[in-house]
């Protein structure tokens, strides 16, 4: 099943994007499901007709779902949920508030993950198109494999040996309920169910992840900031959609100036995001609500394009450690070698070799560091950072 996942700052658009996708496939004649995992659904608004927590038949080869948190929450983690509840109850908390505290921060990206594996085991869809939730929420999303698997690994069994042959004897002295074994079953029984997701997700074969933003700057930042964060965890980015470009017609008299921000602005995308395919959407003279508008948005982003091909078959930059160097490894396959002049200012490294011009957002890991040196190297711009001012280090790179 091949999957494709929109994310974005918040109001940029990556529902109706979602959705124009999911119609142009399910119009092609793919089996698609398009999936919201954003809190705030409004995929069933996008379409104007309800959608439930089931797969909902919407169109010819098309269908639509909206996950039902509380539902999903007591299916998986109901026992842990329980347990919670009555733990919290007994420290004075309200129970309706324990019920509440009982849920953590992260269950709606797991159930999220948990409702991908179903779909793609079950096998009913050639595709599964993803409304994500904002950006943050989407990178809390992706990194929850890493985290359940260190987690699972490192601490849960000896957790769970301690207190399962301990609890009897220290219970009485303890003034809450220990967990029992059904607790920890249940627990790992969750987590045994999204291990495998990270290499799902990270198959260029079958999963893409692609930004949805609007010529602003701070939406250009955070986009900028979530590809980075997307290719330092190995997941692909292989396309840009900038949404709500004025049209021709709207470039004179009061949007004049607008027209030009947005210019300057677009220019900025292609500096920071090439060599991703980029794809413009124009500013529609009326709300993108219902099939005839989708369909009318679908048309505009691919024309004759296949909305399930593979754009980019890896990750454009990526990050590793070498001794006490880092090397960022950034894709520029149609650059010649020559004069490669860096600017780095806090996270922002501006990267400009004769006309070509690339502005990056660094990692954290990075930001702190010192550009050593930089070359071409077989299609890609290899930067080497380091500390500033610490000889060994020169002598070691």
């Known amino acids: ?29 793919y089996r698609t499901l398009v999936i919201s995992t954003d809190p705030a659904h409004s995929l069933a608004d996008a379409f104007d007709r309800p959608l439930g927590p089931e797969p909902t ?3 010819e080869h098309l269908w639509g779902q909206e996950i039902n948190v509380l539902e999903e929450i007591q299916s998986h983690w109901g026992e842990v949920k329980d ?14 508030i324990a019920e509440e505290m009982a849920v953590f921060p992260g269950m709606e990206e797991l159930c999220s993950l948990l409702q991908i594996r179903l779909q793609g085991e079950e096998g009913r869809f050639d595709c599964l198109i993803v409304d994500c939730a904002p950006t943050g929420e989407t990178m809390r999303l992706l990194s929850f ?21 301990m609890g009897p004897i220290i219970q009485p002295f303890v003034p809450v309920p220990l967990p029992k074994e059904n607790v920890y079953a249940a627990i790992e029984a969750l987590f045994l169910r999204i291990d495998g997701m990270k290499e799902i997700l990270c198959d260029p074969k079958r999963s893409s992840i692609r930004l949805v933003l609007n010529p602003e700057k701070m939406v250009i930042k955070e986009a900028q900031r979530a590809l980075t964060y997307l290719n330092l965890y190995g997941y692909v980015t292989d396309a840009v959609i ?25 220019e900025m995308i292609q500096r920071g995001f090439s060599p991703l395919p980029i794809w413009e959407i124009p500013l529609f003279d009326r709300e993108v609500v219902g099939l005839e508008m ?14 399930l091909q593979v754009w980019m078959p890896g990750p454009i930059q990526t990050v590793r450690k070498k001794g006490p160097h880092y090397f ?7 650059l010649k070698k020559g004069e490669v002049s860096l600017l780095k200012r806090g996270d922002e490294l501006v990267v400009s070799i004769g006309n070509f011009r690339r502005d990056l957002i660094l ?28 000889a060994k280090e020169e002598k070691d790179g």
Not at 254 to 266: G, K, P, T, V
Not at 294 to 307: I, K, Q, V, Y
Request: aromatic share 12%.
């Open 1 to 29: 099943m091949r999957i494709i996942l929109y994310t974005g700052k918040g109001g940029v658009g990556k529902t109706t994007v979602s959705a124009a996708t999911a119609l142009m496939a399910a119009e092609r004649g």
């Open 57 to 59: 038949r919407i169109a």
């Open 83 to 96: 347990y919670l509840t009555v733990l919290f109850a007994t420290r004075g908390v309200d129970e309706v």
């Open 145 to 165: 494999p890493d985290v359940a698997r260190w987690y699972m690994e490192k601490l849960f069994p000896w957790e769970r040996r301690i207190v399962t042959a």
């Open 242 to 266: 900038c949404n709500r470009v004025f049209p021709r017609q709207l470039k004179r008299g009061y949007f004049a100036e607008w027209s030009q921000i947005q210019d300057r602005y677009r």
């Open 294 to 307: 989708l369909e009318r948005m679908g048309r505009s982003l691919f024309a004759e394009r296949d909305p």
């Open 328 to 334: 960022l490894r950034l894709k520029l396959p149609f």
């Open 363 to 390: 990692p954290r890991a990075l930001a702190e560091l010192t550009v050593k040196r930089a070359r071409l190297e077989e299609g890609y711009l290899v930067v080497r950072f380091g500390r500033e001012g610490n």
